[in-house]
Antibody, heavy 117, light 112 residues
Framework: AVQLVESGGGLVQPKESLKISCAAS????????MYWVRQAPGKGLEWVAR??????????YYADSVKGRFTISRDDSKSMVYLQMDNLKTEDTAMYYC????????WGQGVMVTVSS | DVVLTQTPVSLLISLGGQASISCRSS???????????LHWYLQKPGQSPQLLIY???NRFSGIPDRFSGSGSGTDFTLKISRVEPEDLGVYYC?????????FGGGTKLELK
C-alpha cells in the first residue's frame, strides 16, 4: 500500500530555517511527481510546492507566498522528498502534508510546523 | 493566480439527501493539451484530505458513485446523492491547470 510519512516538524522562531521530510513507500517513487500542501490551524488548504520527475528535469513550482524562501527537493534513491523552509514567518505555521501524484493523489498524515517567538 | 470560489461556504443536509457544491474559476481551466485539471477533495474531521474526483468527472479508486462531478471551462459542480454520515467534512476544489495550483476556500457539509 502507498504510504507517505512526514517528519521533522516542530517549533522554530521567526527568520529561522527548518527542513521537513517525507518518506515514501509502496510505489515506484521515481515515477511520481510530489507536492506539499499546508493548512494553517482552522483554515483551508494551501498548495505550497511541487517537484516533477527526472524525465521532466525535476522541474519545481512554488506558491507565491513561499517563492524564494522554500525549496522542494527529492532523492529518488531514498524515496524521499524534502521541503527546506528558510526565513520562516509566523504565517507559515501550519500542518504540512506530503502528496504523491500517481494517477490519483495519495496524502500523508502531515507534520506540524509552528513559527513563534 | 487563478482564484477558485466555492459556494456555499457551509451546507446543512439531511441524511439521505442531496448536496451540490459549486466551484467557479477566475479563468478557464482547460489546459493547452485539452484536459481540464479540476479536482475535488474531502477532508473529514481530524484526517488528511482525500481525492474524490479528478479531471472534473472521474471518480478516484474506491469512491462510491454517489459522488459525481461535472462542469467545464470556469464552472464546476460536485454532487453528493444519498448523503451518509461518512460524507461529512470539508470539500475543496483544486485546479492544477495553471501554475501555481490553487484551492477553493472549502465547503463544510454538516447534518441538519
Amino acid at each position: 500500500a502507498v504510504q507517505l510519512v512526514e517528519s521533522g516538524g516542530g517549533l522554530v522562531q521567526p527568520k529561522e530555517s527548518l527542513k521537513i521530510s517525507c518518506a515514501a513507500s509502496g510505489f515506484t517513487f521515481s515515477n511520481a511527481a510530489m507536492y506539499w500542501v499546508r493548512q494553517a490551524p482552522g483554515k483551508g488548504l494551501e498548495w505550497v510546492a511541487r517537484i516533477r520527475t527526472k524525465p521532466n528535469n525535476y522541474a519545481t513550482y512554488y506558491a507565491d507566498s513561499v517563492k524564494g524562501r522554500f525549496t522542494i527537493s527529492r532523492d529518488d534513491s531514498k524515496s524521499m522528498v524534502y521541503l527546506q523552509m528558510d526565513n520562516l514567518k509566523t504565517e507559515d505555521t501550519a500542518m504540512y502534508y506530503c502528496t504523491a501524484e500517481l494517477g490519483g493523489d495519495y496524502w500523508g498524515q502531515g507534520v506540524m510546523v509552528t513559527v513563534s517567538s | 493566480d487563478v482564484v477558485l470560489t466555492q459556494t456555499p461556504v457551509s451546507l446543512l443536509i439531511s441524511l439521505g439527501g442531496q448536496a451540490s457544491i459549486s466551484c467557479r474559476s477566475s479563468q478557464s481551466l482547460v489546459h493547452s493539451n485539452g484536459n481540464t485539471y479540476l479536482h475535488w477533495y474531502l477532508q473529514k474531521p481530524g484526517q488528511s484530505p482525500q481525492l474524490l474526483i479528478y479531471q472534473v468527472s472521474n471518480r478516484f479508486s474506491g469512491i462510491p458513485d454517489r459522488f459525481s462531478g461535472s462542469g467545464s471551462g470556469t464552472d464546476f459542480t460536485l454532487k453528493i446523492s444519498r448523503v451518509e454520515p461518512e460524507d461529512l467534512g470539508v470539500y475543496y476544489c483544486l485546479q492544477r491547470t495553471h501554475n501555481p495550483w490553487t484551492f477553493g476556500g472549502g465547503t463544510k457539509l454538516e447534518l441538519k
